[in-house]
């Protein structure tokens, strides 16, 4: 007789269990753990290391940014003593255009007096199309500077055109129509067709299509010499700037000026021949207070042209 198969319940019972699970898991959702980093709510005032940052901003301005942390301040202060609180703190801008700048080799510098809590400042160049680097440090009561820290090397760029032009030069017409043969072809329909006959025509009566070195007379040929574009031009202008009261009242020749918010101002006058006379008065604010201070600036510019 044919023994039947005896199934356990429980076990059947398990087994289906173990099916449902596996359907169950085709159509769930594998759920992913998610972990989280906390971001700080705001950046942190300094990263404990002296640094200052150039940028350029335009052909003209600058823009830079510096940290000095306290462990230097306190160092300075234990070296100058007395001296140290009356030091001025400066950035010394240099001129390094052109040069491998070893700290003495500027083409020129200037100084811009700052606040004891500015951490950035923008800076009028004056010129554009020039290289700068610059000083943060602490100017002495006898001229002394000292340089706590020494920027990167910024380049502004021109204010117009490029002075710098491409070379000239002269590609064989059997190369000039080979190029523009391969890329368009030289029929009249391509683009380059008609202009290229036009060519042709120009060259067979000026007898540039003549053997090589002879022209269409039998004598040699001779380029054109080429009219000389030579020229240079110099100009000077005059950056006045300073620094008062915020609050103060403040004219130059007369005309009354516009103070940033920390009392500072930059002006740019044109410097033609001859003297200049610039008197800047500032006014306290409550009007006790006047003082007047006037750069005298002389010009003459002399030229001359030689032709060898």
Not at 44 to 70: F, M
Not at 253 to 265: A, S
Not at 281 to 291: N, P, Q
């Amino acid at each position: 007789a044919k023994k039947e198969k005896v199934v356990d319940p429980i076990a059947l019972h398990h087994m289906g269990a173990q099916e449902y699970e596996i359907e169950k898991s085709k159509y769930t959702p594998v759920s992913i753990k998610k972990t989280s980093r906390r971001i700080p709510e705001e950046l942190p005032a300094g990263y404990g290391k002296d640094k200052i940052v150039l940028s350029t901003r335009d052909p003209w301005w600058l823009y830079t940014y510096w940290e000095i942390t306290h462990d230097t301040w306190n160092k300075l202060r234990d070296r100058l003593k007395d001296i140290f609180y009356n030091a001025k703190r400066i950035l010394r801008i240099y001129d390094v255009s052109h040069i491998n700048f070893n700290g003495s080799n500027a083409h020129k510098f200037f100084d811009i007096t700052i606040n004891h809590d500015s951490s950035n400042w923008y800076i009028d160049s004056g010129v554009p199309g020039r290289s700068w680097c610059v000083d943060y440090g602490l100017k002495l009561h006898n001229g002394d500077f000292i340089t706590i820290v020494r920027s990167n090397i910024a380049h502004t760029p021109l204010d117009g055109p490029s002075w710098v032009t491409d070379e000239e030069w002269m590609i064989p017409d059997e190369m000039f129509g080979r190029l523009y043969g391969m890329g368009f072809g030289l029929g009249r329909s391509s683009p380059v067709g008609k202009a290229w006959q036009e060519r042709i025509k120009q060259a067979l009566f000026s007898g540039a299509l003549a053997s090589p070195g002879i022209s269409s007379a039998g004598s040699p040929v001779k380029k054109a010499p080429k009219q000389r574009k030579f020229w240079m031009v110099v100009d000077c202008e005059l950056i006045v700037y300073g620094a008062t009261e915020p609050d103060a009242s403040v004219s130059v020749q007369g005309k009354p000026i516009k103070l940033r918010p920390d009392g500072t101002f930059t002006l740019r006058f044109a410097l033609p021949d001859g003297k200049q006379v610039i008197p800047v008065k500032a006014v306290s604010f409550d009007e006790i207070e006047e003082r007047t201070i006037t750069p005298i600036v002389s010009r003459e510019t002399k030229s001359s042209q030689l032709i060898k």
